[in-house]
């Protein structure tokens, strides 16, 4: 499986962006998709995760309220609708695919490359 993560940017505190992860392969569907994110500084944390179905969500509680993952199996893409942005949420987001649902990270087989998030206060 090979992902890549688009839609990062730059956005004023209070603002909205929506992150949009493609991957390739057929086994696109069988995968939970997670999102992580790494500031400068700091260790890579857990953001929200969705599982193969779409059917089971994990969001972490810092985002939980504000950010909405959804998945388009047909296009084999994954979204990340986050809203309410503030300062804290500046990192760079990565997406990444697993087998099973979890929110560790080291479960995760698959990584893409991040974008980068920035919010101005």
């Known amino acids: 499986v090979q992902l890549q993560a688009s839609g990062g940017g730059l956005v004023q505190a209070g603002g909205s962006l929506r992150l949009s992860c493609a991957a390739s392969g057929r086994t696109f569907s069988r995968n939970t998709l997670g999102w992580f994110r790494q500031a400068p500084g700091k260790e890579r944390e857990f953001v929200v995760s969705?599982?193969?179905?779409?059917?089971?969500?994990y969001y972490a509680d810092s985002v939980e309220g504000r950010f909405t993952i959804s998945r388009d199996n047909a296009k084999n893409t994954v979204y990340l609708q986050m809203n309410s942005l503030n300062p804290e949420d500046t990192a760079v987001y990565h997406c990444?695919?697993?087998?099973?649902?979890?929110?560790?990270?080291?479960?995760?087989?698959?990584w893409g490359p991040g974008t980068q998030v920035t919010v101005s206060s």
């Open positions: 969705i599982s193969g179905s779409g059917g089971i969500t």
């Open positions: 990444a695919a697993s087998p099973l649902i979890m929110t560790r990270a080291g479960g995760y087989d698959y």
